[in-house]
């Protein structure tokens, strides 16, 4: 064998040199090791996160890059040899030569994913040596405030509506969602979590259904959403006030004001919204509308108000009807009337005829006792002035009498 390595002009100390030195750096390239930690990262949107990597050993040239995903749709991030990466930048110092550690800024949840650490050999083009076993990134996202939405449209008390939730891109994909009516915990008709596969980010709506109460003015409905990225609950609340309507109930009195005239007042109780037009009607016919007061407020958030007007009696046919017409918030008219017949025309008539007629009784006995009167004292009238005229002769009598002779 020497004598090859004679006849091949190399001596034989020398190539057994050069052989040993090829062995060596061809196992030197072969023992180095890219290291990524095993453990997944998290890190909430907005921070920054520190992705790890080391390559110790002895590095054939070439540069080392950072990759998203792997082949063939990965995405290189960023090359320790050179390049523009606005939101990424070396972890280490740049005296390191075994840390090849990365920190992205302003995570966002479309930087969720794996990132591998990759060497690779100088060339043209350069070659994949060996990669790290990768490192998973999760950005914790909050869950946007809850939004809950009803009808469009007002809708009528006592009837049944669907409320619905909707809470928007969080991560990870656990959450609670609970449904309150005044403080009250209600029962879902159902929650779903969307989308059911592997994502960056999550969606959950759910769905409520309610019986409208005419005392549901000051109600309100909440949606509460809670995640691992919150301090406390998210709510988004529904004013029922937004959506209710209650319509009046109306009824139509009437109380004797005065000589041949009744003030007839309708009432109109427990309406919401506030707003509301009357309209007074004659047997059908549209009559001067008379005094409205304000809308007055209930407890519950409904409002009641008054209206009323005079109506002459006095020489009005039988069978008069006044009917008081409530439109309200653009729904039918509600109506309630009252009919007056002859008597009651004339109730008021009546009270004061027979007012009157006590009035004339009373004067009939004031005459007949005057007239009683003026029977018995003239009688008396007469003995007396007999009696004065007898007493005044006898006086005379006795004066003449009491006289001298001439």
Known sequence: MSSLFYLLGFPV?????????????????????VLQPKDPVSVAEGEMVTLNCTVPGILPAGPVKWFKGKEPQRQEIYNF??????????????????????????????????????????????????????????????????VVSGPKERVNSEHM???????????????????????????AQWTKVFPQDNSVSYNITSTVKLKLEASDVHSKVICEVNHSTLQSPLRGTKNLSDIIRVLPKVNVSSQLFAMNYNNITCHIMEFYPKTVSVIWLENGFTIVIGKTSKPTENKDGT???NTSFLVNVCGQ???????????????????????????????????????????????????????????????WLYVLRKQKKKVSEAAHSVSYSSAPDP
């Open 161 to 187: 509506e669907n409320f619905i939730c909707n809470s928007m891109g969080f991560f990870p994909k656990t959450i609670t969602l609970k449904w309150f009516k005044n403080g009250k915990e209600i029962s």
């Open 303 to 305: 409002y009641s108000l």
């Open 13 to 33: 100390p020398s190539l057994l040199l050069i052989l040993l030195l090829g062995f060596s750096g061809a196992r030197g390239q072969e023992e180095f090791l």
């Open 81 to 146: 040899k050179g390049g523009t990466y606005p939101r990424i930048t070396k972890a280490a110092s740049s005296s390191s030569t075994t840390d090849f550690s990365i920190s992205i800024s302003n995570i966002t949840p479309e930087d969720s994913g794996t990132y591998y650490c990759v060497k690779f050999k100088k060339g043209n083009p350069d070659t994949e040596v060996k990669s790290g076993g990768g490192t998973m990134l999760s950005v914790m996202v909050k869950p946007s405030v809850p």
């Open 317 to 379: 046919k039988e069978g008069q009807e006044i009917t008081c017409q409530v439109l309200h918030d653009s729904q039918p008219p509600i109506s309630a009337s009252k009919t007056f017949i002859a008597s009651s025309l004339s109730g008021t008539m009546d009270k004061k005829e027979s007012g009157q007629g006590l009035s004339g009784q009373l004067f009939v006995i004031f005459l007949l006792g005057l007239k009683v009167l003026l029977l018995f004292s003239v009688p």
